[in-house]
């Protein structure tokens, strides 16, 4: 009798009891998986990847490969007086032509809001915003030269004074 007697089994050992409806629950679980066809895990690490960019784009602190003044940088660049007159007379060009092209895509947009689509309307805008970062770039390279520093920051550039130059 021995030999038809059950071995006792341990608690790892035992199978696990089915829950009643649990059968019904994996079999619901397996055809109606909405996450899994949404491709939930893809979208949520695409977009903890996409968040991670906008956060170092937005949020980065750029250090200066070089330190050095105004006249250093002539100077290793070989440039004279007349070099920089040209180069910031170019800049100047360049500025009100990005500033003009800003104004009629601006125009342009605003014609395209009431009479085209909005989508064309919206491109316009995002066109005139591009102008308008290049010719903040311009004008702030034009400050540069004209203050005859490099690396000046957003304060000085708008005339921002602090409260210890008030005081």
Not at 97 to 109: D, I, R
Request: aromatic share 14%.
């Amino acid at each position: 009798m021995a030999f038809f007697r059950k071995k006792r089994e341990t608690a790892a050992e035992q199978p696990k009891r089915s829950i009643p409806g649990s059968v019904t629950r994996g079999v619901f679980r397996t055809f109606a998986n909405a996450p899994a066809w949404l491709g939930y895990p893809l979208l949520k690490e695409q977009s903890a990847g996409v968040f991670h960019l906008i956060k170092g784009i937005l949020f980065r602190r750029f250090a200066a490969s070089r330190y050095e003044t105004f006249e250093q940088a002539m100077l290793r660049l070989n440039l004279t007086e007349q070099d920089i007159k040209q180069r910031a007379r170019n800049i100047r060009i360049q500025f009100w032509v990005y500033t003009l092209m800003a104004l009629l895509v601006l125009v342009y947009s605003g014609y395209l809001l009431f009479s085209s689509t909005l989508v064309a309307a919206a491109l316009g805008f995002i066109v005139m915003c591009l102008c308008i970062m290049k010719a903040a770039s311009m004008h702030f390279w034009l400050f540069q030269i004209k203050k005859r520093r490099l690396g000046c920051s957003m304060k000085e550039w708008f005339g921002v004074k602090s409260t210890e130059e008030h005081q």
